[in-house]
C-alpha cells in the first residue's frame, strides 16, 4: 500500500512557475513508476508527465512538453513536477499517481495509487 500527499500548488499568474510536490509512504516506492495527472472543470482527467522507477526515463503530454519537468528523490520518497510559463490552459487539480507494475505512461487505468490532488490556478 502507497499514500501519496501532493503539495505546491497555489495562485500564480500567467508566466510564472510552481514546483509541486508529492510526497509518498511506503518502503517500496522506489519500484514504482510515478505520473502526473490533471483534472480542470468539466473535463476528463489528463496526463501530463511520468517518471519510471529509476528517474531514467521520462514522458510528457505535449501541451506541457518543453515548460514542464518531473522528476524524483527516491531517498525522500518524493516525485516533483516543476511548472514554468504556466498559462491559464494550466489550470486544474492536478493529481500524482504511482503505477507498481510498468509506467512510465499515460494511461490512468495503468496507475495503482492516487493521491487526493492539489489546485493550480493560473490567473491571466
Known amino acids: 500500500q502507497v499514500q501519496l500527499v501532493e503539495s505546491g500548488g497555489g495562485l500564480v499568474q500567467a508566466g510564472g512557475s510552481l514546483r509541486l510536490s508529492c510526497a509518498a509512504s511506503?518502503?517500496?516506492?522506489?519500484?514504482?513508476?510515478m505520473g502526473w495527472f490533471r483534472q480542470a472543470p468539466g473535463k476528463e482527467r489528463e496526463f501530463v508527465a511520468a517518471?519510471?522507477?529509476?528517474?531514467?526515463?521520462?514522458s510528457y503530454a505535449d501541451s506541457v512538453k518543453g515548460r514542464f519537468t518531473i522528476s524524483r528523490d527516491n531517498a525522500k520518497n518524493t516525485v516533483y513536477l516543476q511548472m514554468n510559463r504556466l498559462t491559464p490552459e494550466d489550470t486544474a487539480v492536478y493529481y500524482c499517481?504511482?503505477?507498481?507494475?510498468?509506467?512510465?505512461?499515460?494511461?490512468?487505468?495503468?496507475?495503482?495509487?492516487w493521491g487526493q490532488g492539489t489546485q493550480v490556478t493560473v490567473s491571466s
Open positions: 517518471i519510471s522507477w529509476s528517474g531514467g526515463s521520462t
Open positions: 499517481a504511482a503505477d507498481r507494475w510498468g509506467g512510465p505512461g499515460p494511461n490512468p487505468d495503468e496507475y495503482d495509487y
Open positions: 511506503g518502503r517500496t516506492f522506489s519500484s514504482y513508476a
